[in-house]
Every structure is written in C-alpha cells, then in structure tokens.
C-alpha cells in the first residue's frame, strides 16, 4: 500500500533522514521507533508531504512523494501530528467536522462522526464543550478521532501517547488495535513497548537512518532493542 524507497529529508539545508525504505501492507500497523531526534517525526512528515525531500513514497502504486499535504486527504492518507494541535476554541464536534472537509469524506461526514463518537464514548460525552477544556487524553482522542473523520485507508499517528496519563495510553492503543481491522496504521512512537505489541513490522530509526527492522516480535527479543529502548 505505501512504499517509501531511499528518503532522504531535509530542513532547509539539514539533512536529518538518510536512505530509508520501508513498505507498509495493507491492513497492517507498522510502528518507527527510536530515540529523540532520531527523525522518526521527520519521515512521518515526509510521507504526508510536509517537508523537503528526496527519493520515492509511492501509495497504491502511484508516486506521491511530489505531491503537496492538502492532496493527501483525498487520496486518503490522514497525519495525525504530534502534540495534539485540535482547535481548542471550537467545540470537539466542530473540530470533527473540520476533518471531513476533502470532497471524498464530506458526503459521509455526519455518519463518520457518528462513528468516530462510539469508537470515543468520551468525546460523545462531551461532544459539545471546547476542545480547550479537554484533557490531553481527550484531546489526543480528538486529534485521531479528527483524522478518522477524512475516511482515511492509511492512518498516520505521530506520538499518540505523548504527555497522556498510563491509563490513557492503554485506552488509546486498545483503540488502536482496534481501528487496525479497518485501517492500514504507521505509527510513530517512543512509548516502544505498547507500539511494538501491536505492530506487524516495526523499524528502528538510529540518527536518520533505519538500524534495525523486523516483524514486532522479533523487535521485543532484539538485544540492542531490549537494552536501549525496552530497559531490560
Ligand atoms: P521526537 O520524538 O523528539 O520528535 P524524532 O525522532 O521524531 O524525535 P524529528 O522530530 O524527526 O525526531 O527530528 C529529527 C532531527 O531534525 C532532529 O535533529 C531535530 O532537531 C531536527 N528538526 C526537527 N524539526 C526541525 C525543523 N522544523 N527545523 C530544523 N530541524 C528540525
């Protein structure tokens, strides 16, 4: 489904990614793991169009790594970034219909919600207050719940867990395991242990590059995963 062949990405004139290739199945989630800074964000980014870069991403068999970030919800690709970024002064059913803006998803859109609001009981709850007063948790709920909304076929989650209660976290990648079943996922995450339980394929980012790579399983039994990233 996505193909991703030598990446290389930029900043400006920085290099932060090297010659990295990965593929992502159909129906699979595919976690990217590694430390901070090892560009992980950066390949996410790259792949939603968001950055300088060279190589090719090619999603369906067709070459898309040219093409700017509002395209992708169309082809249906939905970045959800890091940090959350819902619009906090719009109530958590307005920042859901802000997702289903591209032409594909507006017709289905109050069906989408609908949907997006049982997989999230919480955000049925409280569907009418200001994302503002979420919880991050909440938020974060919101922020996936916003890309589900463009009906996407590849989902791509950056740091879901990132400053969200322990319990949080088991009720969002629970949700993730379950969107699985409908949804291709590349996940990236630091919270290794919860994002390589549930990946199909897992890749290591070291300094730019892919160090490592193996199905999830393989990855939790790597020693040098194990030492680094697992604290065991
Ligand atoms: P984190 O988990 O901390 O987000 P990461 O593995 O996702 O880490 P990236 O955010 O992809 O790492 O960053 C890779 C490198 O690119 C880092 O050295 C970072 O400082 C640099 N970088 C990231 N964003 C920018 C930017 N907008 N401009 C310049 N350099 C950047």
Redesign the pocket.
Known sequence: MLKVSNLESF??A?Q??WDVSFDVNQGEVVSII??????????L?SVAGLTDHKGSIRFNGREIGNLPAHKMAELGIAYVP?GRKVFPQMTVLENLRMGSFNKRARTEREESIANVLDIFPRLKERAQQYAGNLSGGEQQMLAIGRGLTSRPSLLLL??PSLGIAPIIVDEIFATIQQLKKEITIVL?E?HVHHALAIADKGYV?EH?KIAISGTGKELQANEHVKKAYLGI
Do not use: F, M, R, S
Request: hydrophobic share 35%; charged share 20%; no cysteine.
């Open positions: 900043y400006g920085v932060v990614v590694g430390a901070n800074g090892a560009g992980k964000t950066t390949i980014k890091e950056d740091e990236v630091q980012i730019g």
